[in-house]
């Protein structure tokens, strides 16, 4: 494989020496550009813009070429590809975001799930991993990426996206047993997706918990982290001859952050209801942050948004172990130009905390 050229990103996640903070953003391939807008029109549509390795690598490259800064590459695909390889039949309704065909709402349906297989069942996604790694040559590392069992769960049962989980919480609290073994099976899922992205050349992967801030305290900890504990035990840590890192992220996750650290994973991604500074003194040494401006402040003009990248630049303060990125996805209407600037500001701000 390629040397890469720059790993300032894989070399903070471990917390070692950098020149300035590596910078990336959650959906950095997506509608805010006008190149994604296009490509997806000549895919005809969501899913064949995942599904076909061509068109995922030629999204997945878009932003880089567009931003020179941009430390990291993420796979352009979706969170909701597992449930799919099980049958839940993924489709998408304008408006309304994705949506399930069938829905699981009893034991019965739940011991009936397969566990897909990587490369037969989701090769279009290891095909799109391998055909990526192969256009980066070396130019940055690789994410993967999956979402959590939690997360995953709630599109299963709810049948889309759901503003109250009401469907998953009674589960959760009156057939836990049902539930147990639903997140079991896509911790295993997970598990065995991630090390086939691995395998296949993703560099450093990252757990989604995008719905793990619903749950009160008691419950994140027994049906949600518990799972991505369980999945960070199983997945393959050195790859081509240097480790591959794992970033957790729990959206609303900030109460919970001394917990999450010690689930194993090399990096905690923080939303923007958090202090980086408060949360680094929180964790200690024991990993890395990833995070966490605000992405409505892309919304605002560039000299507002280095004001805020500066100060949370600040808070962070010296030394490595921070991955600059948004606290979210970065959202469709967002101008281009202020995603450049931001980037920019990163890289301009942060040489002197790397002195």
């Known amino acids: 494989m390629t040397a890469l050229k720059n790993d300032r990103f894989l070399r903070a996640l471990l917390k070692q020496p950098v020149d300035v903070t590596p910078v990336w953003m959650m959906r950095q391939a997506g509608r805010y550009l006008p190149e994604y807008r296009a490509s997806r029109a000549k895919a005809g549509d969501f899913m064949s813009l995942c599904m076909n390795p061509e068109f995922a690598c030629e999204v997945t490259m878009q932003p880089l070429d567009r931003y020179p800064q941009l430390d990291a590459a993420i796979l352009f695909s979706d969170i909701l590809t597992i449930p799919d390889a099980m049958g839940q039949g993924l489709y998408f309704e304008t408006g309304e975001g994705p949506r399930f065909k069938k829905v699981v709402s009893t034991l019965a349906d739940i011991e009936a799930l397969p566990i897909p297989d990587p490369h037969k069942d989701l090769g279009y996604v290891m095909d799109a991993v391998s055909t990526i790694r192969r256009e980066l040559n070396g130019r940055v590392p ?14 299963m049962v709810e ?7 009401r469907k998953s919480k009674a589960m959760l609290y009156e057939n836990p047993q049902a539930m147990h073994l639903l997140l079991d099976k896509l911790a295993q899922s997970v598990t065995s997706y991630l090390n086939g992205q691995i395998m296949a050349g ?7 918990d995008s719905w793990g801030g619903s749950l009160s305290a008691a ?3 027994e049906f949600s982290l518990a799972y991505m504990r369980k999945i960070v035990s199983g997945l393959i840590r050195e790859h081509e001859g240097r480790k591959v890192p794992v970033i957790l992220f729990t959206k609303g996750g900030g109460l919970w952050l001394e917990s999450i650290a010690d689930a194993g994973a090399d990096a905690l991604g923080l939303d923007w209801t958090c202090d980086i500074g408060n949360a680094r003194e929180r964790v200690g040494n024991k990993v890395a942050l990833q995070g966490n401006m605000d992405p409505t402040v892309l919304y605002a003009n560039p000299e507002a948004i280095r ?4 100060r949370i630049l600040a808070s962070y303060g010296k030394g490595s172990g921070h991955v600059f990125n948004l606290g979210h996805g970065i959202t469709p209407e967002v101008d281009p130009e202020h995603a450049g600037a931001f980037l920019r500001a990163v890289h301009e701000l942060s040489a002197q905390y790397h002195e």
């Open 142 to 155: 690789l994410i993967g990426f999956s979402g959590s069992p939690w997360t995953l769960a709630t599109y």
């Open 159 to 165: 049948g889309g996206s759901s503003k109250d989980f």
């Open 202 to 208: 993703a560099q450093a992967v990252q757990i989604f």
């Open 219 to 221: 419950a994140y900890q």
């Open 307 to 310: 004001t805020e990248v500066g």
